[in-house]
Each structure stands twice: as C-alpha cells, then as structure tokens.
C-alpha cells in the first residue's frame, strides 16, 4: 500500500555534507510523522530526526546543529542534511513514515529499504 523510496546515500569525507532523500508513494489518506533512523552493526535502531505535519522537528542530541530535517507535503517527501559529517556517522539510515492509509484507521509505521552512509577520516 506505502512505498519508500530512499536516496541520496553514499561516501564523503569527514566534515562533508550529504543530503537523503526518501519519497512515499501508493494509496493513502496522509502522512503523519516523517523521521529518519540509524542502526550501526550490533546496535538497536536510533532515531536522528524526526518531523510532524505541522513541521515540528526533534533531533537525537548527536546530530543537533548539523542534521536538519524538512518535508515537502505536498509530494510525500521527507529529506535529511546533513553537514559536518562525522566518521560515527557510517552507518544504514532508515526512513520512517507514519501513515494514515484511510481517515478513520489508525496510522501505520512503514519503514524504507535503508541507504548507507559512510564517512571517511
């Protein structure tokens, strides 16, 4: 019913800057909650931003000052930047949507296929 479409990953240098992407697409009434997670090797799955519909944010307290979060409501997508990148920031990032996919059910987590961020030193 939701599909996630991640972009936007890949390999920088440290204090370089990449931007991710993550498009929803299928049959739904809204979207509620956007955010972006991250899980190392061996670790649980983090949360490093996330954004409401009104377009309030919150961030992990490691990524505040260098990570922003925005959305575009009106073509479902949610995009993280991310500046002065650091090597502790290697890892898989997941997109995370929270969807209403009719008006009167309550909302359902989906979650993307998750895209690779690697920071070299």
């Known amino acids: 019913q939701v599909q996630l479409v991640e972009s936007g990953g890949g390999l920088v240098q440290a204090g370089g800057s990449l931007r991710l992407s993550c498009a929803a697409s299928?049959?739904?009434?809204?979207?509620?909650?956007m955010g972006w997670y991250r899980q190392a090797p061996g670790k649980q799955r983090e949360l490093v931003a996330q954004i409401t519909r009104g377009g309030s944010t919150n961030y992990a307290d490691s990524v505040k000052g260098r990570f922003t979060i925005s959305r575009d409501n009106a073509k479902n997508t949610v995009y993280l930047q991310m500046n002065s990148l650091k090597p502790e920031d290697t890892t898989v990032y997941y997109c995370n949507v929270d969807v209403y996919i009719t008006a009167w059910t309550p909302p359902r987590d989906y979650w993307g296929q998750g895209t690779q961020v690697t920071v070299s030193s």
């Open positions: 299928g049959r739904f009434y809204s979207i509620n909650a």
